[in-house]
């Protein structure tokens, strides 16, 4: 077969990519300051690439996929399959923001104030486009990088910058004043190369492995045992995906019930739980959740 030709992207995106995979079930490991990292799936191959270019790359086919951020999509206009949506990143698990920012002293308060005004970003076209539909004039000049310092210098009257909390933005003594996109990470593919029927099953199976893996580290397992007369008191503390399994412990009166819960609620939920009988509680990570 035709191996798959997937992008990985490049840059802060790297290490978390990587390590997603590694829960997914697939070890990308990058040999100093190759391109072209091995993984242990003799139907795939992979290049390394700049997000903001990998919708270039796939489009134009050199790529059979790869994942790379949606404003990078959207700045490209490529021409891509979208096969699924994840939110990871190099900080948090929240999408990223394209934010409108200015000095914190400034007297530019809405969008309208920046009639005439120059804005630096890395996102030109989507800024541009952004302006236009709201019939607001504006000078957008591209930004190579150090965004935040140009409009401090008075390079530039306001940026549109990605945040994922705000702090850097005002670290740098600017506040936002308008949220123009939110993003996240997508699986995009060369839509040629989805009419090869084995390609586009290895992509389904990175897509579901992928959101598992996501998932999962939301998640955590719990598994305890509870007296009979408990039971029902324990089990209406207990939320899950699906009704807890329950299974009754050898010739006793006790039970092992197991579930899934969301990581944020174990701290709270453990007390409750030995407050209302459950004993010998255990907590487990889970790699995927499918």
Same mark, same amino acid.
Request: hydrophobic share 40%; charged share 25%; proline share 3%.
């Given at each position: 077969?035709?191996?798959?030709?997937?992008?990985?992207?490049?840059?802060?995106?790297?290490?978390?990519?990587?390590?997603?995979?590694? +829960?997914?079930?697939?070890?990308?490991?990058?040999?100093?300051?190759s391109?072209?990292p091995?993984?242990?799936?003799?139907?795939?191959?992979?290049?390394?690439? +700049?997000?903001?270019?990998?919708? +270039?790359?796939?489009?134009?086919?050199?790529l059979? *996929?790869?994942?790379?951020?949606?404003?990078?999509? *959207?700045?490209?206009?490529?021409?891509?399959?979208?096969?699924?949506?994840?939110?990871?990143?190099?900080?948090? +698990?929240?999408?990223?923001?394209?934010?409108?920012?200015?000095?914190?002293?400034?007297?530019?308060?809405?969008?309208?104030?920046?009639?005439?005004?120059?804005?630096?970003?890395?996102?030109?076209?989507?800024?541009?486009?952004?302006?236009?539909?709201?019939?607001?004039?504006?000078?957008?000049?591209?930004?190579?990088?150090?965004?935040?310092?140009?409009?401090?210098s008075?390079?530039?009257?306001?940026?549109?910058?990605?945040?994922?909390?705000?702090?850097?933005?005002?670290?740098?003594?600017?506040?936002?004043?308008?949220?123009?996109?939110?993003?996240?990470?997508?699986?995009?593919?060369?839509?040629?190369?989805?009419?090869?029927?084995?390609?586009?099953?290895?992509?389904?199976?990175?897509?579901?492995?992928?959101?598992?893996?996501?998932?999962?580290?939301?998640?955590?397992?719990?598994?305890?045992?509870?007296?009979?007369?408990?039971?029902?008191?324990?089990?209406?503390?207990?939320?899950?995906?699906?009704?807890?399994?329950?299974?009754?412990?050898y010739?006793?009166?006790?039970?092992?019930?197991?579930?899934?819960?969301?990581?944020?609620?174990?701290?709270?939920l453990?007390?409750?739980?030995?407050?209302?009988?459950?004993?010998?509680?255990?907590?487990?990570?889970?790699?995927?959740v499918?």
């Amino acid at each position: 077969m035709n191996k798959l030709k997937l992008g990985i992207p490049k840059g802060s995106l790297l290490n978390s990519t990587i390590a997603l995979f590694k +829960r997914a079930g697939w070890k990308i490991e990058t040999n100093g300051r190759s391109y072209f990292p091995t993984i242990n799936d003799e139907a795939m191959e992979c290049a390394i690439c +700049r997000a903001q270019e990998m919708s +270039r790359y796939v489009e134009s086919g050199t790529l059979d *996929a790869g994942l790379t951020g949606k404003d990078w999509t *959207a700045e490209n206009d490529s021409e891509v399959e979208i096969i699924d949506d994840f939110i990871y990143s190099k900080v948090s +698990r929240k999408p990223a923001r394209w934010v409108l920012a200015v000095p914190f002293d400034s007297d530019i308060k809405r969008i309208e104030d920046l009639e005439g005004k120059k804005i630096a970003t890395e996102l030109v076209n989507f800024t541009k486009k952004y302006f236009e539909a709201k019939n607001i004039s504006v000078d957008v000049e591209f930004s190579w990088g150090a965004t935040e310092a140009k409009v401090i210098s008075g390079l530039a009257d306001a940026i549109v910058e990605v945040t994922e909390t705000g702090s850097t933005i005002k670290a740098h003594g600017l506040k936002i004043i308008a949220d123009l996109m939110t993003t996240n990470v997508q699986l995009i593919a060369n839509k040629n190369s989805l009419k090869d029927n084995e390609k586009k099953t290895k992509l389904d199976q990175i897509a579901l492995l992928l959101k598992g893996a996501l998932l999962g580290e939301k998640l955590v397992g719990l598994k305890m045992n509870v007296a009979e007369n408990n039971m029902d008191t324990v089990i209406s503390q207990l939320p899950s995906l699906n009704a807890p399994t329950v299974a009754q412990l050898y010739k006793t009166d006790w039970f092992s019930v197991e579930t899934v819960v969301d990581i944020g609620t174990v701290r709270e939920l453990i007390p409750k739980l030995m407050k209302n009988g459950a004993e010998g509680i255990i907590e487990y990570p889970l790699n995927k959740v499918i």
